[in-house]
């Protein structure tokens, strides 16, 4: 079957880092994304890996590692409104996203 | 970048009735479409993906006489959901594939929160 496992729920302090990451086993792969999503808001695209290794995009990371079926998602100097749901997808074989329950980012001040 | 739209953005209906959201790509054209329904701190459950032109294809589970889907044009989806319940009360998200972009990102709507008393 097809699964993505990322933590429920992360906590951390302003000014820090947090990795949240994300496993996956799937049919087929065509690349894996990272959304945010406010409380209440749709997704907003983040980032997408489809090869192996590291792409930074400003305060946030994203690292992907095929053979292992992993990712993260690194974020840097935390703020307050980065408070949110991360969301893991996977594009299937058939370009269909494959969603992963989401991790709930708490920013203490 | 890509915009999609929806609308209404919220909506409150008695139970019976039913109800249509549009979903639509404002700068590109979408081939391909999605319908998400979201229940309060689940994830995104994906419904139905709809081919411009085509009939959508629905997720095991989903009741296509209940939910139906129509994309018309390459801009332009419907979701109706027909003699809605409470139950049916959900945040529904619909997305859009560039099938012209580089990686087949999906682009968002903003969603539409619907309520049914």
């Known amino acids: 079957g097809q699964n993505i496992d990322q933590p429920t729920e992360m906590t951390a302090t302003e000014g820090a880092i947090v990795q949240i990451n994300c496993t996956y086993q799937t049919s087929g792969f065509n690349g894996l994304f990272w959304y945010q999503q406010h409380a209440g808001e749709a997704p907003t695209f983040l980032s997408y890996?489809?090869l192996d290794g590291l792409e930074e995009k400003g305060r946030f990371s994203s690292f992907l590692s095929r053979s292992k079926g992993y990712s993260y998602l690194l974020l840097k100097e935390l703020q307050m409104k980065d408070s949110a749901s991360y969301l893991c997808?996977?594009?299937?074989?058939?370009?269909?996203?494959?969603w992963g329950a989401g991790t709930k980012l708490i920013i203490k001040p | 970048g890509a915009v999609v739209s929806q609308h209404p953005s919220w909506v409150i209906c008695k139970s019976g009735t039913s109800v249509k959201i549009e979903c639509r790509s404002l700068d590109f054209q979408a081939t391909t479409m999605f319908w998400y329904r979201q229940f309060p701190k689940q994830s995104l459950m994906l419904m139905a993906t709809?081919?411009?032109?085509?009939?959508?294809?629905?997720e095991q589970g989903v009741e296509k006489d209940k939910f139906l889907i129509n994309h018309a044009s390459l801009t332009l989806s419907t979701l109706t959901v027909t003699s809605a319940h409470p139950e049916d009360s959900s945040f529904y998200i619909c997305?859009?594939?560039?099938?012209?972009?580089?990686?087949?990102?999906?682009?968002f709507g903003p969603g539409t929160r619907l309520t049914v008393l």
């Open positions: 997808a996977v594009g299937d074989s058939n370009y269909q996203l494959i």
């Open positions: 709809s081919n411009e032109g085509s009939k959508a294809t629905y």
């Open positions: 997305s859009a594939r560039d099938g012209g972009g580089d990686y087949n990102e999906q682009f």
């Open positions: 890996n489809v």
